[in-house]
């Protein structure tokens, strides 16, 4: 069975001084080899603390990542960050798409196809967020919704395709405290599996993360289902303990 992928999103959370706490309560409480942990484990933190996390993470096999991206490479885009920076302070994944900068940045399908591309050029693996909201998933438009923004990121990015992480985010269950169940995260996986599939002979490789108030309750059951491949995973990736339990049940014996 391939190793799961859990990343944490922090989202807008953290200090010096609670970063550091953080990680090393998380570095504690994994086994010392982490590659034992039996699965990949990545921390997607604010761009200002990557300098910090990246010195943190530095003797441990914790991937750093961003929450976002510029669709630019370079130039006068005041306030971005590019892809080529996020490299330079070992930046492994950024998220792209994530709901939240759909919805208060009003990121277009197209931007996040663009954020993908660069991320890429620049040897960072996008993390590329797509969701249906509650409206959408009641008028039954869950897999149009989740067709269409992966399309455009499908289309931009070619062949390079298979080098992404996809995040399945019901946008109702992200910071809700509702989960999908894992039959119906089960079916929007395997329908973003199909769609890879039809654009590249190695839509196997690509994870399929699922996100959505996953906690150590529910983890198991979610990463049991054939095509949810990790977890992006948001406000319980801000306490130790409960992101070590999520870990936890992502290992793969
Ligand atoms: C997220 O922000 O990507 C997320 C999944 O949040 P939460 O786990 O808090 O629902």
Known sequence: MKKKLMAGNWKMNGSLQANADLVKALLAGLPADSSSAGCSIALCVPAVYLAQVSALLESSDVDLGAQDVS????????????????????????IVGHSE??????????????????ALASGVTPIVCVGE????????????????????VIHANGHCISEIVV???????????????????????????????AATPHAARVAILYGGSMNAANAKQLLAQPDI????????????????SIIAAARVE
């Open 71 to 94: 669709q630019h490479a370079v130039g006068a885009f005041t306030g971005e960050t590019s892809a080529a920076m996020l490299k330079d302070f070992s930046v492994r994944y950024a």
């Open 101 to 118: 900068r759909r919805q208060y940045h009003h990121e277009t399908d197209a931007l996040v196809a663009q954020k993908a591309l660069q």
């Open 133 to 152: 909201t509650l409206d959408e998933r009641e008028a039954g438009q869950t897999e149009a919704v989740v067709k269409r923004q992966l399309a455009a």
């Open 167 to 197: 995040a399945y985010e019901p946008v109702w269950a992200i910071g809700t405290g509702k989960t999908a169940s894992p039959e119906q995260a089960q079916q929007v996986h395997a329908v973003l599996r199909a769609q890879l599939a």
């Open 229 to 244: 491949d990790g977890g992006l995973v948001g406000g319980a990736s801000l306490k130790a303990p409960d992101f070590l």
